[in-house]
């Protein structure tokens, strides 16, 4: 069995997060979105890996997952966004006659993806992953009878269940001779739920297996930051790791400081994870909070944040609070006249000031 990733979307819910890079290399808990992708495909016994990427994100992507091993990684260019089920459409010749693991890159799940593997058997069309949510307009919803997916549609205004798909299929080859003669939707893309209800419309078995833990499609930043709170109470040890360097400092719970980190006369509250590189000064860091490769925080505080590659928080008086800085992001404290706020923001940006 083959894994396909997708990991071409422009993630327009995220900007301007992701005006410059693919939001599946946004950091969640250390790693990026994508690296929990291969690492839940690889836990299943899947090591041959596609990740369909765009002319824009591939080279993101790839760096993404450079020091994955085990894994053989293949990158299939998408060059038009039409929907999932034309991205899997790009990987036909890659995927040939294996049945394959469909995983949508921005999706995350607490317990990985083995059990719905491992419930597809020969003669099975599909096994889709399947999660209760209060409002499952914004999804493809299913309809279940005794296991069996028996109705699948695309983002209803009136759903039939509570069961959207979450972001796992498990396909047999048949499913790419459907893709293939398979007509675009209104809003002009090739929808995998189409392709799903042709599947059983076909008489295969489609079943519906419901996800066990968490599940969190990364969407919106409030997502980003919840994923992040989750992944970082995971962190296996209870007590910290340190692998930096630490001085005159406070660290406690779960907090993991990476090689070539520093932490200088601060207080760290886990659950905490500063990477490699990262200089922490002067500074408070508090619950659910991930501080990225050659970050710096120096006289400030900062909690339940997200700070990406070499951002840097400075000198301000007021805790940061559910904040998210991009890579190269700065924040630091105006000295002098006039007494002002100076800020430089991109689309679709927000600020709140206290």
Not at 55 to 60: G, H, I, L, R
Not at 141 to 147: K, R, S
Not at 231 to 255: A, C, F, M, Y
Not at 303 to 311: H, K, P, V
Request: with cysteine.
């Amino acid at each position: 069995m083959k894994g396909l990733i997708l990991a071409a979307g422009r993630g327009t819910r995220l900007r301007p997060l992701t005006h410059t890079r693919p939001k599946p290399v946004i950091r969640l808990g250390g790693k990026p979105i994508i690296y929990y992708a291969v690492e839940n495909l690889f836990e299943a016994g899947i090591t041959e890996v596609g990740v369909v990427v765009s002319p824009d994100t591939q080279e993101d992507i790839r760096q993404a997952l450079k020091d994955f091993p085990g894994v053989q990684i293949t990158y299939i260019v998408q060059e038009q966004a039409l929907g999932i089920a034309h991205a899997v459409g790009t990987a036909k010749e890659w995927l040939g006659q294996s049945p394959f693991v469909l995983y949508l890159g921005d999706n995350l799940f607490q317990h990985g993806i083995k059990p719905f593997v491992e419930a597809f058997k020969p003669g099975i069309g599909a096994v889709i992953a399947l999660v209760r949510v209060p409002d499952p307009r914004q999804f493809g919803v299913a309809v279940l009878e005794q296991g069996r997916i028996v109705k699948l549609l695309e983002k209803p205004k009136d759903p039939p269940s509570d069961l959207a798909v979450a972001g796992v299929y498990v396909f047999s080859p048949t499913i790419m001779e459907i893709i293939a003669n398979l007509k675009p939707s209104a809003r002009g893309e090739y929808e995998i739920t189409d392709a799903i209800q042709a599947l059983m419309d076909q008489g295969h078995t489609v079943l519906g297996q419901e996800i066990t833990g968490w599940w969190k499609d990364t969407g919106r930043p409030a997502d980003l930051l919840d994923a992040n709170r989750l992944l970082l109470v995971e962190q296996k040890s209870p007590t910290p790791v340190v692998e930096g360097h630490v001085h005159d400092s406070q660290i406690t719970g779960r907090v993991v400081i990476e090689k070539g980190a520093v932490v200088k006369n601060s207080t760290v509250l886990g659950p905490v994870h500063i990477a490699q590189n990262a200089m922490i000064e002067g500074a408070y860091i508090g619950p659910f909070t991930s501080v990225g490769p050659n970050a710096t925080v120096r006289q400030a505080e900062v909690e339940f944040s997200i700070l990406e590659d070499g951002a840097v928080v400075e000198d301000v008086p007021l805790r940061l609070h559910e904040c998210i800085l991009g890579v190269g992001a700065r924040v630091t404290r105006r000295n002098g006249l006039p007494k002002a706020h100076k800020l430089v923001l991109g689309d679709l940006s927000s600020l709140e000031l206290a």
